[in-house]
């Protein structure tokens, strides 16, 4: 059985896809969104100001903007 992949690409200020921090693959959308709203503080002080979320490697929903207000 094939299970669907759901992560995160985390972006720089200037679009450029991060390779640090890595995010955790997900079977559920649900669940990859979930983990993004627990732990966006933390990749944001990583340098992170974009997330994009994935569905087997597509942009599966527009980009979230990682900023601390």
């Known amino acids: 059985m094939i ?10 200020a200037e679009g450029r896809r ?9 079977t559920a959308q649900y669940d990859a969104e ?3 709203g627990e732990h966006w503080r933390e990749l944001a002080a990583a340098g992170a100001v974009r997330a994009r979320l994935l569905h087997d490697g597509t ?4 980009a ?3 900023r601390v207000a």
Not at 3 to 12: I, K, N, V
Not at 59 to 62: G, H
């Open 34 to 36: 979930q983990w993004l």
């Open 64 to 66: 979230v903007e990682l």
């Open 18 to 26: 991060l390779s640090e921090p890595v995010t955790p693959v997900f």
């Open 3 to 12: 299970r669907p992949q759901w992560e995160w690409a985390l972006d720089d």
């Open 59 to 62: 942009q599966a929903a527009p």
